[in-house]
């Protein structure tokens, strides 16, 4: 009887371990967000594309409330913001003082340096046409002198208003004739094969020495062009640079 009493009771207590119900402990909800239980979420994800994620303390929560809890711990704060404007105004700051310093200096070339200029008329033809769009450099005759043979832009020594295009043909100490349409230049004849020959004069013409500090200048098209045979010498502060370049047309671009 003992024997039997002894199974019966261990009998009773397997009974009890198969049926008991351990005590069930709520997890802390995560970031603050409420917990869904896994068999309910198992069936949203089965009726949306929505990603489960499992929290750390295996309770689950829909990814669009994930997200949502991403989106708002990456604001950025006021002195995150406040730095971001200071890079931007920065940055704005130093393209503003680039373009600035640009202008300047191009101001400054085209002032002192260079300057864009347009051919009016055919007194230059052949070598220059009517609209032809010129570099001028004002800067070579700081440095030096104007030379027999170089394209220079002066002003109109009757009008300073206006500003013409010739070549020099003589400088100060030279003298100048003209003979049949002839240049002579210290009785020797001006080797000037730029001159077409159906643009050439037949007028006669000096002597004259030319004065120290001026310049005895001409066109190309001799038969078409007012120069020092009809208003005189040019003083060098007149002459304002020499050309350099023909850029325009760009089929004819070419430098002097």
Do not use: C
Not at 177 to 195: E, K
Request: aromatic share 8%; charged share 25%.
């Amino acid at each position: 009887m003992d024997d039997s009493l002894h199974t019966a009771q261990q009998d009773d207590l397997t009974a009890r371990d198969e049926h008991a119900v351990e005590p069930q402990v709520a997890a802390p909800p995560v970031d603050g967000l409420p917990d869904v239980p896994t068999d309910l979420v198992a069936s949203m994800a089965a009726e949306q594309d929505d990603t489960v994620r499992l929290s750390p303390e295996g309770t689950t929560k829909p990814a669009a409330v994930l997200a949502q809890a991403a989106a708002l711990a990456v604001i950025p704060t006021p002195a995150v913001r406040a730095s971001l404007w200071r890079r931007v105004a920065a940055e704005v700051s130093t393209g503003v003082q680039t373009l600035f310093s640009a202008g300047v200096y191009a101001t400054l070339i085209v002032t002192f340096g260079f300057q864009v200029a347009r051919v009016d008329g055919l007194s230059m033809a052949p070598t220059l046409e009517d609209h032809d769009r010129l570099i001028v450099n004002k800067l070579v005759y700081e440095l030096g002198d104007p030379r027999p043979g170089d394209i220079v832009m002066l002003y109109y020594p009757l009008n300073p208003d206006k500003m013409f295009v010739k070549r020099v043909i003589a400088s100060e100490g030279d003298v100048v004739r003209i003979v049949d349409g002839r240049v002579y230049v210290n009785d020797i004849p001006l080797h000037d094969d730029y001159v077409a020959e159906e643009f050439r004069s037949h007028d006669d013409w000096g002597p004259t020495v030319i004065q120290q500090g001026y310049y005895f200048v001409m066109g190309d098209h001799r038969n078409n062009s007012s120069d020092s045979r009809h208003w005189g010498q040019v003083p060098k502060k007149y002459i304002v640079g020499k050309v350099k370049v023909r850029w325009w047309p760009l089929q004819d671009a070419r430098i002097f």
